[in-house]
């Protein structure tokens, strides 16, 4: 049988081109959906008026610091996976030194690096996470009633990366080759449906901010 794995061009495609496609997707539909939805609030008349940049900020600070929200005390445990969570998806590709010695191979750049240790601890924290989120979307009825197809999809997406990275790391199960080659697909599918589907929370969730925090200082409502 052919094996397409040891084929050296699908590798060559996935470490060149394919990395190329997935930041420049990334990247250009992150500005695409941010200018869309500044552009839809402008054309909602009653939206722009009151945006504050005072305000926005104020929500902003208030809300990324854990436990400072009311939403964020109701459910501690959450809180705690959340923030551990997003640190450890947010920070760990970007510090990690398999990745910046790639970046400096293609493009002679680098920047800090976090030791091997941590960062396998973080993403050993993301992969729990994302167990967890997953059991609780199961398990949990409340939640159970307002989880369709997508909300695992977008899981799914966040968890492959991680637990083939951490497998191509540690060099288990397939031979390291190919587990480098299926994480830096995933890694590539991640970055391409950030701008796509609802992870793009991490280009608009800045947005959602500055309405709430504005709507709430402005005419003290709480719609949310
Ligand atoms: C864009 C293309 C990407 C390429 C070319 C790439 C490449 C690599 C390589 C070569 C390794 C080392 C594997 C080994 O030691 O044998 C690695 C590890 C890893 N990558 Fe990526 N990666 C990409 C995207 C991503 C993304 C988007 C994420 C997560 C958001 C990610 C998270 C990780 C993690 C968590 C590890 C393993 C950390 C550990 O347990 O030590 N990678 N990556
Ligand atoms: C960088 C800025 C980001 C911020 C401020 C942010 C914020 C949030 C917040 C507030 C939630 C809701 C948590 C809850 O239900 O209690 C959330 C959920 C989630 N985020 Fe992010 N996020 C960011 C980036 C990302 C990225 C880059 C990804 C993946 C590519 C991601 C994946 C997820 C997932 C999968 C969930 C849902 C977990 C579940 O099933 O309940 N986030 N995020």
Same mark, same amino acid.
């Given at each position: 049988m052919y094996d397409f794995i040891k084929d050296p061009s699908i590798y060559n495609f996935v470490r060149g081109p394919l990395v190329w496609i997935a930041f420049l997707v990334f990247i250009g539909g992150g500005i695409y959906k941010v200018r869309h939805l500044i552009l839809l609030a402008k054309s909602?008349?009653?939206v722009m008026p009151y945006i504050s940049l005072?305000?926005?900020? !104020?929500?902003?600070?208030?809300?990324? $610091?854990?436990?400072? &929200?009311?939403?964020w005390r109701l @459910?501690?445990?959450?809180? $705690?996976?959340? =923030?551990?969570?997003? $640190?450890?998806?947010?920070f760990t590709p970007i510090f990690l030194v398999a990745h910046n010695v790639l970046i400096y191979e &293609?493009?002679? $750049? &680098?920047?800090?690096?976090?030791?091997?240790?941590?960062?396998?601890?973080?993403?050993?924290?993301?992969?729990?996470?994302?167990?967890?989120?997953?059991? @609780? !979307?199961?398990?949990?009825?409340?939640? @159970?009633?307002?989880?369709?197809?997508?909300? *695992?999809?977008? %899981?799914?997406?966040?968890? %492959?990366? =991680?637990?083939?990275?951490?497998?191509? *790391?540690?060099?288990?199960? %397939?031979?390291n080759k190919t587990m480098v080659i299926l994480h830096m697909l995933f890694g590539e599918i991640m970055l391409i449906a950030i701008p796509f589907t609802r992870l793009g929370h991490m280009f608009y969730f800045f947005l959602t901010r500055a309405f709430m925090g504005s709507d709430h200082g402005f005419r003290h409502s709480r719609d949310w």
């Open positions: 909602e008349k009653v005072k305000l926005t900020l !104020r929500s902003l600070l208030h809300w990324l $610091i854990p436990f400072n &929200s009311v939403n @459910r501690p445990v959450i809180t $705690i996976v959340t =923030f551990l969570f997003h $640190i450890g998806l947010v &293609s493009w002679g $750049i &680098s920047w800090w690096t976090i030791s091997e240790q941590l960062a396998d601890i973080m993403t050993m924290i993301v992969i729990g996470s994302c167990i967890f989120f997953f059991l @609780r !979307r199961i398990l949990a009825p409340e939640v @159970r009633f307002v989880t369709f197809a997508d909300d *695992y999809i977008i %899981l799914a997406i966040s968890f %492959l990366p =991680f637990i083939t990275g951490f497998l191509a *790391y540690h060099q288990w199960f %397939l031979p």
